[in-house]
């Protein structure tokens, strides 16, 4: 049973009901689910997932104080903490009086500035660029059990997707990088007999292809080391994961080097083809240069289409 599964159950058996009999008054303020930090939030916990913060547990958000005041917050945390050691054969870790990092009671505005520095959700162009994509995809996964008030699906629907304009220049810039890194630059490397240096050129492409992949998705990249499996799951382009892994996996010794070099160019213009079809782009080529700067002449925003196409990574 994934860990997600087990939150919720625990949360209808004894969360639920602990809310409902001892804080009806705070009820129509309160959400809950599980969302945020862990492999659990994503639906990829394992058997090794359960080695550390793994518990049966969820979140309770709250306002802020002017609706749900210290001691109500308090009395949330106190009766939370009380709640069943054990479920499903599985132990909840201690918490400190003041609620865990989390589960628990949470300050919702306190948890999405944490996450993206906002408390709201309204971010601004710099901070579209600048905030993490691994936090943008940790405030929207997981569930919401329930939200009487409504301000936490309302954060999270509006933060669901990049802007159109936004998506475009972090594709345009992530385009210009594959093509710098992979059509352009390994190459070079081999050539050179820098092995080392090509392997960090090929790194350099299946960073960026995998951000390009994700942003043709419409979807965010969890951190680094879920990428992978996240990857394999999209609707589109997930094929390009098998491959990426063996780019990232091989030498770079000469004949393997033709090899991956072809590999690149494959993925390149699998990307390509899915620009044009979409209608990203004007250019009709196999250059990923080219694509960039097509895709940034697509952007509506002037201001953002004028920025340095980088501007966005």
């Not at 919702?108 to 944490?114: G, K, M, R, S, T």
């Not at 240096?197 to 790194?203: E, H, M, P, R, T």
């Not at 004007?282 to 509506?300: F, P, Q, R, T, W």
Request: proline letters at 4%; hydrophobic letters at 40%.
């Amino acid at each position: 049973m994934k860990g997600i599964e087990i939150s919720k159950a625990f949360f209808e058996e004894f969360g639920k009901p602990m809310l409902e009999n001892e804080f009806s008054e705070l009820l129509p303020f309160l959400a809950a689910g599980l969302f945020g930090s862990g492999s659990e939030c994503f639906g990829f916990d394992d058997e090794i997932s359960r080695d550390h913060d793994f518990e049966p547990g969820f979140c309770i958000f709250i306002p802020d104080e002017s609706i749900v005041n210290r001691k109500a917050a308090f009395n949330l945390e106190r009766a939370y903490a009380k709640l069943p050691k054990e479920f499903m054969g599985l132990r909840r870790n201690m918490l400190s009086p003041v609620g865990g990092s989390r589960h628990g009671v949470i300050r919702a505005d306190e948890f999405f500035n944490e996450k993206i520095g906002s408390p709201d959700g309204d971010l601004s162009i710099e901070q579209w660029f600048s905030v993490p994509e691994y936090s943008l995809a940790e405030i929207t996964n997981g569930e919401v059990f329930f939200d009487n008030y409504g301000l936490v699906t309302k954060i999270r629907d509006n933060l669901k997707h990049y802007p159109d304009d936004i998506m475009k220049k972090k594709l345009a810039g992530n385009l210009l990088l594959m093509a710098q890194s992979g059509q352009y630059n390994y190459k070079r490397c081999v050539g050179h007999g820098e092995t080392a240096a090509a392997q960090l050129a090929v790194c350099e492409f299946v960073k960026s292809a995998g951000e390009v992949i994700f942003l043709l998705n419409g979807r965010y990249q969890p951190y680094y080391k879920w990428s992978f499996r996240a990857l394999r799951e999209l609707d589109t382009l997930s094929i390009e994961a098998e491959i990426m892994e063996y780019l990232l996996t091989t030498n770079n010794e000469p004949e393997m080097a033709e090899e991956k070099y072809y590999a690149i160019e494959g993925v390149a213009s699998d990307v390509i083809d899915v620009l044009i079809d979409r209608g990203l782009t004007k250019a009709n080529c196999g250059d990923l240069e080219k694509h960039a700067y097509s895709v940034n002449d697509m952007i509506s925003d002037a201001e953002i289409r004028n920025m340095h196409i980088l501007a966005a990574i």
